[in-house]
């Protein structure tokens, strides 16, 4: 989408998360809208500099109402994550759910075939 359009940033903590749902209302229609899940993309660990280690990664989510389009971009870094909402004006409110990397237990046991 066009840089000059207007947009609402914000900031993130990507840590123990590996994607974000976001919720706001639609700025033409007031409808509630929801993402699907945008995943947080993995940072260039091999950068010398936290600015050169972001990644990006974007969808356009469309208002089931008035068929108003936002682009959401998430930028992540080994020190951090922030990204924009483009379209949506910076004075409304959104609300970001992080969905959470899977954990997984113990190592896991392997079971060696009988008869071998």
Known sequence: MNENLTSK???FIPFGSRALVFEFAC???DCE???DEIDIPISDLSAETARDSFN???EIVICNECGKKFEICVE???VGGVGRIYNLPEEYEISIKH???PT???EPEYVIP???
């Open 9 to 11: 940033h914000f900031d």
């Open 27 to 29: 700025d033409k229609c």
């Open 33 to 35: 809208i929801e993402s």
């Open 56 to 58: 990006c990664d974007s």
């Open 76 to 78: 992540a870094s080994y």
């Open 99 to 101: 969905i959470p990397t």
């Open 104 to 106: 997984y237990g113990e």
């Open 114 to 116: 009988s008869g071998t």
